[in-house]
């Protein structure tokens, strides 16, 4: 009898053509689906299942952003849980032969340890004043980075301590596999995260963006060959909940999406060039500054957003599976659907830093509220001492000075 250890050294040194199928996801179409359309051909049963499914999903989509801004980043984090989850599946059924030691722990262990650096991140960003407020968090988030690095620290411990003789090679391919599965999935829906917190139409504008692109490419496709895009950026603009930047009120502890619009969300008139004016027979034209960013964003998600899916295309073929999991009817796994999101959310993050952010008063402000009385001091005699140098402050404006005290010290003192 063949030593298991000889035997698994030999499947390792298989060439990849060799490696085993994943098994074909089974069919979750309920059952009341089906026999109402089992007279219909499988190209119009697939139809039918598709639209369907989407309907009930735009539906609950929508019901989410009723529901608010919180809901709506529980959703992100539970698709990024799923879709990791799809992928490192994949490994699993691929090398599972292998009985590799401690696999599943610790890509569940990593998924866990970056979650909390990220969302550790985003809590110490924009919750600096309900953590100022609680004695036990201040020592989590002034430390946060350094318990970050400890617990990976620890999970890397761990792998290097399973590591097989002979079987290093494949362990640090599975590794590796574990690692790009993170950044693809918890990095990206960080920066989903982080485009909700700039207003709710930098979330729902991409994403629309992509899935209308996605639809009328099936739907256009499948009768006609065509992919137009539908844009609502105008509809969205016109209202406070959609443009506001998301922001934690600590005294009610809720989130809240009220301010003044900024000018990307106001009204604005437009001389159209000469060349088109005799086209269009306009010479001016009422827009929002938003609805030119809006193109930019239609645009990649027409021409570069497919390539998401291209990608993902190519890694199903790799491994001779349709779909990333069944978890959809008539549309595969989460990931299937979110393959062009991830790579919009990183490029709508992008163009947000280098294009529209600026300085934020209020964010700067919170970070001041939570130095100590010594600190605020320092900091309002440079920015005074920089003000008179400017010529904007004089001098003798004391009074000034002693009513910025004022208004920050009963803040200091909670």
């Not at 639209?51 to 992100?76: D, H, N, Q, R």
């Not at 569940?108 to 990220?118: A, I, K, M, T």
């Not at 929002?288 to 027409?302: I, K």
């Not at 993050?349 to 600190?375: A, D």
Request: charged content about 15%; aromatic content about 18%; hydrophobic content about 45%.
């Amino acid at each position: 009898e063949v030593d298991l250890e000889e035997r698994l050294h030999e499947l390792d040194l298989r060439s990849d053509s060799d490696i085993p199928d994943v098994p074909p996801p089974t069919d979750s179409t309920p059952e009341i689906l089906k026999r109402a359309l089992s007279g219909l051909s499988a190209r119009w049963k697939n139809w039918w299942i598709r639209g369907i499914l989407s309907l009930a999903m735009i539906s609950g989509f929508f019901l989410i952003i009723y529901l608010g801004s919180f809901m709506l980043m529980l959703l992100v984090l539970s698709i990024q849980v799923k879709c990791y989850h799809e992928i490192i599946t994949i490994g699993y059924r691929v090398y599972h032969s292998y009985d590799l030691p401690w696999f599943r722990s610790l890509s569940w262990y990593f998924l866990l340890c970056v979650n909390y650096f990220f969302y550790g991140e985003t809590v110490a960003d924009y919750f600096a004043t309900f953590v100022q407020r609680r004695e036990q968090l201040q020592f989590l988030i002034r430390y946060h980075r350094f318990i970050s690095f400890a617990l990976y620290l620890t999970g890397f411990c761990m792998f290097v301590l399973s590591l097989v003789k002979k079987h290093y090679r494949l362990q640090f391919y599975m590794f590796a596999w574990t690692h790009v599965t993170l950044l693809i999935t918890v990095t990206q829906s960080h920066l989903v995260i982080q485009n909700l917190f700039e207003g709710m139409i930098w979330f729902l504008v991409p994403i629309s963006s992509v899935i209308c692109n996605d639809i009328t490419a099936y739907i256009f496709g499948f009768f006609f060959g065509r992919t137009p895009l539908i844009k609502f950026s105008y509809f969205l603009a016109q209202h406070q909940y959609f443009v506001c930047p998301v922001e934690y009120n600590s005294e009610t502890n809720r989130f809240v999406t009220e301010c003044e619009p900024s000018e990307l969300f106001q009204m604005k008139k437009y001389s159209v060039p000469p060349l088109l004016q005799a086209v269009l027979g306009w010479e001016t034209v009422n827009m929002y500054p938003f609805q030119m960013h809006s193109f930019a964003l239609s645009t990649f998600a027409s021409l570069i957003g497919p390539f998401g899916g291209f990608f993902a295309s190519g890694f199903k073929r790799a491994f001779k599976i349709k779909d990333f999991a069944d978890t959809i009817p008539g549309h595969g796994g989460i990931m299937d659907r979110f393959d062009c999101q991830y790579l919009m959310a990183t490029f709508v993050h992008v163009y947000i830093t280098s294009f529209i952010r600026g300085p934020n008063p209020s964010k700067l402000l919170k970070q001041l509220l939570i130095l100590q009385p010594e600190q605020q001091l320092s900091v309002y005699k440079t920015l005074k001492s920089y003000l008179v140098e400017k010529g904007i402050l004089q001098p003798s404006l004391r009074g000034l000075g002693f009513e910025v005290l004022r208004l920050l010290q009963p803040q200091t003192s909670q």
